[in-house]
């Protein structure tokens, strides 16, 4: 495999169940999959390694997908990371939310698995 066309998706979600089926959703040949359960360590994790896609649940403790997505897009250096909120959280307020944080894209759980891995290719590609 050339690893220049590898690209690196990030997950980040404390339900391990979800982190496990989405990073083996996304994994093939041509993605790199990171797994966090840790909402802090994702957040250090995503501005330092600037993945080519985040996918971030919204209810965490400590710091929710909200505020990691909304510093992500505040910061120089990692503005440009596409942002996929998959999370239980389905009204249009919060879909709102997701918009004015910076999301690019919002999915509710629970979600269809193609639409996923659809959406996904769609952020990656630009």
């Known amino acids: 495999m050339n690893t220049d ?3 690196k998706i990030l ?25 966090v359960e840790d909402a802090a360590q994702g957040l250090e994790m995503a501005m330092t390694m600037k993945p080519d896609l985040l996918v971030l649940d919204v209810m965490m403790p400590i710091i929710n997908g909200y505020n990691i997505c909304r510093l ?19 009204t249009e307020e919060d879909k709102k939310i997701g918009e004015e ?5 919002y999915m509710s759980k629970p979600f269809d698995p193609d639409l996923l891995i659809k959406t996904v290719k769609q952020l990656l590609e630009g």
């Open 5 to 7: 066309i590898t690209k």
């Open 11 to 35: 997950v980040i979600d404390d339900n391990p169940t979800d982190l496990k089926l989405i990073a083996s959703l996304l994994k093939s040949e041509t993605c790199a999959v990171i797994a």
């Open 72 to 90: 992500l897009k505040s910061h120089p250096d990692c503005c440009r990371i596409p942002v996929l909120l998959v999370t239980s959280r389905s």
């Open 101 to 105: 944080v910076g999301a690019d894209s």
